[in-house]
């Protein structure tokens, strides 16, 4: 059975860097024909698409987040990482670590087979 786990800090200062680290269990990252993505629902609102990396290696952002997202993955570890840069308190929000197979870029939770239980993340001084 596959699992994804989200770790890293749950509080984060304004203009300091995020980083979350997603561990896969039970398949491998590297499987073709799947994309392993950030996905982030802040309080109140929908669900947005951050960001992902594919089978390849190769990563896709969303366009509104694309100046300040990374997104990396370590292969022997079988992790992939986020970095968002200069955060602000509209970052705060639940982000979740999830696999995909198609439609790249979804905001609905049904196009993705698998994902972590969230991770709150709050961007406050």
């Known amino acids: 059975q596959m699992q994804l786990q989200e770790s890293g800090p749950g509080l984060v200062k304004p203009s300091q860097t995020l980083s979350l680290t997603c561990t896969v269990s039970g398949g491998s990252i590297t499987t073709n024909y799947y994309y392993w993505s950030w996905i982030r629902q802040p309080p109140g609102k929908g669900l947005e698409f951050m960001g992902a990396?594919?089978?390849?290696?190769?990563?896709y952002y969303s366009s509104s987040l694309k100046s300040r997202t990374s997104i990396s993955r370590d292969t022997s570890k079988n992790q992939f990482t986020l970095q968002l840069n200069s955060v602000t308190p509209e970052d705060t929000a639940v982000y979740y670590c999830?696999?995909?197979?198609?439609?790249?870029?979804?905001?609905?939770?049904?196009?993705?087979?698998?994902r972590g239980q969230g991770t709150q993340v709050t961007v406050s001084s």
């Open positions: 999830a696999r995909g197979s198609s439609r790249l870029g979804s905001t609905s939770l049904s196009d993705y087979d698998y």
């Open positions: 990396i594919v089978s390849s290696g190769s990563t």
